[in-house]
């Protein structure tokens, strides 16, 4: 179906097909599940003693295959720009769940090396890169609040896949739960992607629909050599990067972050649950935020948030004070969400955004992989985490303050009234 059927037909039915594209790449973006470290989280114990390998050797695996996944950042990006959304969904989900398969059946260390590795890179890294890219080539001028409906979506998706994951590993093992979830790769997002997805619609084909005059043309779209030299992506980038650090290492530690002030594990289930429906709802605002106001101010105060909840974290005394901090943890992590997977295609346009979104997904993944060990090292250190926190708190302060004063691409103050 070409770009211009697709058009007419959104235009008739005044229904605009980016929204199907929308949903199917939430759902790939759930797909990502084995290459993350919450999902690989919901096998480790079983597989250690399966495998009879002990949580060191587990640990430099883990961050081996991390590091080398993020390299599948880079190329994906100028594979999707070539060849479209369809063709390399469908390829991704395909190579994804037979990969997960064949990391059901290991039985060796060097093997689940291989594995891991290749399910950190077509997963967290390659399928990310291409479900966050998805809508930013079919939105333009209610790119963010479609990136907020995307990122709700998302969230849900994964509050149902990982309960989900984590019974039939309960129920049947780890093993058994792979090769199901790898299945589901191949025989249910991959027909979906191929079924659904189409190619990316003429510039003006949302326009057309929303029945705005304003026209924005490839022509201003960036390189991803013109968006590197661009500071706003840097003080983007790095800002989002330090946020996945921080969830990802509080998201590991959390527990033992509380039980040193005290806390009970049952304090830490509720901590979590707060922070993940505050999260939903921080999705949300965000996304109607931005759409009347800028990325810019909601990139400043989801920092804000976030320093303040750092430099709280040390200092909780109560269950109340536990929850609060869960509540801005949650609240900024929405908001970063929605600043990170809007504001490439806002700033750069669609038709490198494969090469540029990937490259700031790498620096997403580096980050993250780092978070676990820098605040570990610095409990071993020092006998606390709270350092850890001081330090980034002020980094995150830092940040806020380049992200209000950084030039912003000129796609972002488009000369044209909205229509």
């Not at 990006?77 to 190579?95: E, K």
């Not at 509050?159 to 058994?176: H, K």
């Not at 605002?285 to 990139?299: E, I, K, M, N």
Request: proline share 3%; charged share 10%; hydrophobic share 55%.
């Amino acid at each position: 179906m070409s770009s211009t059927t697709i058009e007419k037909q959104s235009a008739g039915a005044r229904i605009y097909y980016g929204w199907v594209v929308l949903g199917v790449a939430a759902l790939a973006m759930v797909g990502t599940l084995p290459g993350r470290s919450q999902g690989l989280g919901l096998i480790t114990e079983p597989l250690l003693r399966d495998l009879a390998i002990d949580r060191v050797r587990f640990a430099q695996i883990n961050l081996v295959a991390t590091l080398a996944g993020s390299v599948f950042s880079f190329g994906i990006g100028g594979v999707l720009d070539r060849y479209g959304s369809r063709i390399v969904l469908t390829s991704l989900a395909l190579l994804l769940g037979s990969v997960v398969m064949a990391l059901s059946n290991v039985e060796r260390a060097a093997m689940l090396i291989v594995g891991i590795t290749l399910t950190r890179g077509l997963g967290q890294s390659a399928l990310s890169v291409v479900s966050l890219a998805m809508p930013g080539k079919w939105f333009r001028r209610r790119l963010t609040r479609a990136m907020g409906i995307y990122a709700l979506v998302m969230s849900v998706g994964f509050m149902i896949a990982f309960p989900a994951v984590g019974a039939l590993v309960l129920a049947r093992g780890w093993r058994a739960a792979m090769a199901c979830v790898g299945m589901a790769l191949i025989a249910g997002l991959a027909p979906v992607a191929w079924l659904l997805v189409r190619s990316e619609p003429g510039m003006n084909a949302e326009l057309a629909v929303a029945g705005s005059d304003s026209r924005q043309s490839t022509e201003m779209d960036s390189t991803l050599a013109a968006a590197l030299r661009s500071p706003a992506f840097w003080v983007v980038g790095i800002a989002s990067s330090l946020y996945g650090l921080i969830a990802s290492g509080i998201g590991l530690f959390n527990e033992s972050i509380l039980a040193e002030r005290g806390f009970p594990p049952g304090v830490y289930h509720r901590a979590l649950a707060i922070t993940a429906i505050t999260g939903l709802a921080g999705n949300v605002v965000a996304g109607a935020w931005a759409d009347r106001s800028s990325l810019r101010r909601l990139l400043v105060v989801a920092l804000a948030l976030l320093t303040g909840a750092l430099v709280a974290l040390p200092h909780v005394r109560t269950i109340a004070a536990v929850m609060a901090q869960a509540v801005a943890m949650g609240v900024s992590g929405g908001f970063v969400m929605v600043v990170f997977f809007s504001f490439w295609a806002k700033a750069y346009g669609r038709t490198h955004l494969g090469r540029i979104q990937g490259s700031a997904q790498a620096l997403t993944v580096l980050a993250s992989a780092i978070g676990p060990l820098l605040l570990a090292w610095c409990a071993r250190t020092t006998g606390s985490y709270a350092d850890a926190f001081y330090a980034l708190a002020a980094a995150l302060a830092v940040l806020a303050l380049a992200a209000a004063i950084v030039r912003m691409p000129s796609s972002l103050t488009p000369r044209t009234a909205p229509g």
